[in-house]
């Protein structure tokens, strides 16, 4: 009974398989754009794309990430300042691309350039806080696409969007969720929109590597910050105990980051370079077996799995 359904089951992963190894060929005469270049996800991507032979565009903030890039770059690989949240900055930074790539278009829109931080409950922050981060994950994300638009038509290209299993399921507050919950809508909007123009758009929802060294003392000086400064009555409300034992969570989990992010890399570069690229990623472990299938619970039990180890705020407990 068992045996013609694991048969099928056995031949359509085997197709699966075989039709995502197949690999563009000429990849050394496409232009691929990559924003957040200066260190991260960006950094080793504009690295492995430049080893595989490819023209890499490579967006930085900061002049010191740009040149610390070249070093380890071949001379193909280009480099140009770009500030995401400044239009003018995006729009000069086309104009460059436009002038490098010419009639042959841009294969490859990489919109990877994002920040994480401040990570805390919704109550501790401000609609400042919640704009700075939308400003970068989301508006950031959304006008470096419409500008490279032309540019992707053309030559009938991709778009790979980095989102986060925080698009699917909001594990904590801030803007970050609501940021990487809009990443996933544009980037729907936009594969529907251009799939008679010949583009694709992928979507990469890592969850859990460790990026950066620093990201730990970032968000744990951005939360004290807010901590700080809250209103006494709603320091009151949630108490010492809740601040320490979110503080240990967020330690505790970034601790556990897994270092091989070279899982996400490779998604990216697949969404890049394979002739069927899948329309979403979820690399890691981590997001196939628990974020994955959490995002799909029924609401209640998806709550208490995810609020079991969260802490309790002082006026909850008198």
């Known amino acids: 009974m068992w045996l013609p359904l694991l048969v099928f089951v056995g031949l359509l992963l085997l197709y699966r398989w075989y039709r995502q190894s197949h690999i563009l060929e000429n990849l050394s005469d496409k232009y691929v754009f990559i924003t957040g270049c200066d260190s991260g996800f960006g950094y080793l991507l504009a690295k492995q794309l430049d080893k595989r032979g490819m023209k890499v565009l490579a967006a930085c903030l900061t002049e010191k990430g740009a040149e610390n890039l070249k070093k380890e770059a071949s001379s193909r690989l280009q480099t140009v300042m770009l500030d995401i949240t400044d239009s003018e900055s995006v729009s000069s930074a086309a104009k460059w691309a436009t002038d490098i790539v010419g009639d042959a278009g841009l294969w490859g829109l990489v919109n990877n350039a994002g920040i994480g931080v401040p990570m805390s409950p919704n109550a501790w922050q401000t609609k400042a806080d919640f704009a700075k ?52 809508a544009l980037s729907d909007s936009l594969r529907r929109e251009l799939r008679d123009f010949g583009v694709k758009v992928s979507i990469i929802e890592p969850s859990g590597f460790k990026t950066e060294i620093l990201l730990l003392e970032h968000h744990l000086k951005a939360v004290g910050h807010l901590w700080s400064n809250l209103p006494s009555q709603i320091k009151d409300y949630y ?15 970034l601790a556990k980051s897994n270092p091989n992010v070279y899982y996400v890399i490779d ?48 006026y909850h407990l008198r």
């Open 133 to 184: 981060v939308l400003n970068v994950n989301l508006l950031g994300s959304f006008d470096v696409t419409v500008n490279f638009l032309p540019l992707i038509i053309k030559a009938r290209g991709r778009i790979v969007n980095l989102s986060s299993c925080c698009g699917r399921l909001a594990v904590v507050g801030g803007g970050y969720c609501p940021s990487k919950f809009g990443v996933e």
């Open 239 to 253: 108490g010492e105990q809740y601040y320490q034992k979110h503080v240990n969570n967020v330690t505790n989990h």
């Open 267 to 314: 998604c990216m570069e697949h969404a890049l370079t394979a002739v069927h690229p899948w329309t979403r990623y979820s690399p890691g472990l981590n997001a196939k077996l628990f974020y994955l299938p959490m995002s799909y619970l029924p609401t209640v039990l998806s709550d208490y799995l995810l609020c079991r180890s969260s802490p309790k705020p002082a």
